[in-house]
């Protein structure tokens, strides 16, 4: 008897289960490949190309393409502005959850964007990604807390989001938990820490931050009265708009202040540019 003789039945059980894991090997990579595509052309900002791939059979369920098909339809980047097919898909991908959508979620029943306006379920969607530690979610539900939107209005628990936030770097929460320091809501008053946040938030570019800081510098609270300093950072919150730092150089240039000479010259043309601001405020608010 040979003993060395392979039986046939058993190499074509053998070739068969290997063509059968390769098949289902090559369906994951084809997967991947339409997600990956998608989310390359979407990171370089060839929207339509990414929707090519993000509608395909093997992509459309992942829950990052969902959630880049909502900003897609909300942004009308690569596809017709629609809210609803927005919410259609941050909804899928928040189901799934992820974090981003749930936040974005928040953000249109706050805003009332392809929903009615809702600012109790506004905050029950932040609630969800705050739990998970999204910067951006604590942040905005600490100040639906600190205003009282959607939920009762609790200082408390608005400092306890904003110095959440904050250990994560998130900028907005560094100038809200500042305000809140300034002014003892919900906690203890304290000027200095309040100019420690400005004076952080506002080196990473936050524009209300560098006005806040400018108005410490210019009064003197919890730092020497720096009047030069006070000019730094009004100015660099006004090369971003906003709109009281531009008023504050005018009147500042126009009165004029010990080694600050007055110049009318560049007071008036701060409160041009203030004027030019707020025309221009008004006139994309009637939009």
Do not use: C
């Not at 046939?8 to 390769?22: E, G, H, M, Y």
């Not at 090997?25 to 490949?33: D, E, I, K, Y």
């Not at 090369?239 to 080694?259: E, F, P, S």
């Amino acid at each position: 008897m040979n003993r060395n003789r392979k039986n046939p039945t058993l190499i074509t059980s053998t070739f068969q289960i290997i063509v059968f894991f390769l098949f289902l090997l090559a369906g994951g990579l084809t997967h991947a490949n339409d997600v990956s595509k998608g989310l390359y052309y979407y990171d370089n900002n060839q929207y339509k190309t990414a929707y090519h791939y993000f509608t395909r059979p093997s992509a459309i369920n992942n829950a990052q393409v969902q959630r880049n098909l909502g900003w897609m339809y909300s942004t009308g980047s690569g596809v017709k502005k629609d809210y609803v097919k927005a919410m259609e898909w941050f909804s899928k991908s928040a189901a799934q959850g992820n974090t981003s959508a749930q936040f974005v979620i928040g953000t249109l029943y706050e805003n009332g964007e392809g929903v009615k306006q809702d600012y109790q379920k506004a905050a029950e969607w932040y609630q969800r990604a705050a739990l998970k530690e999204y910067s951006k979610a604590q942040n905005n539900l600490g100040l639906f807390y600190e205003k009282g939107l959607g939920v009762q209005q609790d200082y408390f628990k608005a400092r306890e989001y904003y110095q959440k936030a904050v250990k994560q770097g998130n900028v907005g929460a560094m100038v809200n938990l500042g305000n809140l320091y300034g002014q003892g809501l919900g906690g203890e008053k304290s000027e200095l820490k309040a100019f420690g946040l400005f004076k952080k938030a506002a080196e990473k570019g936050d524009s209300a931050a560098q006005y806040n800081l400018a108005e410490y510098y210019r009064a003197g609270l919890s730092t020497p009265r720096d009047l030069d300093k006070a000019i730094h950072w009004y100015e660099k919150s006004a090369a971003q708009g906003t709109i009281k730092a531009m008023d504050k150089l005018a009147r500042i240039y126009r009165v004029g202040y010990k080694h600050i000479s007055a110049n009318q010259a560049l007071s008036d043309q701060w409160a041009e540019k203030a004027e030019l601001a707020r025309q221009k405020e008004q006139t994309d608010t009637q939009k």
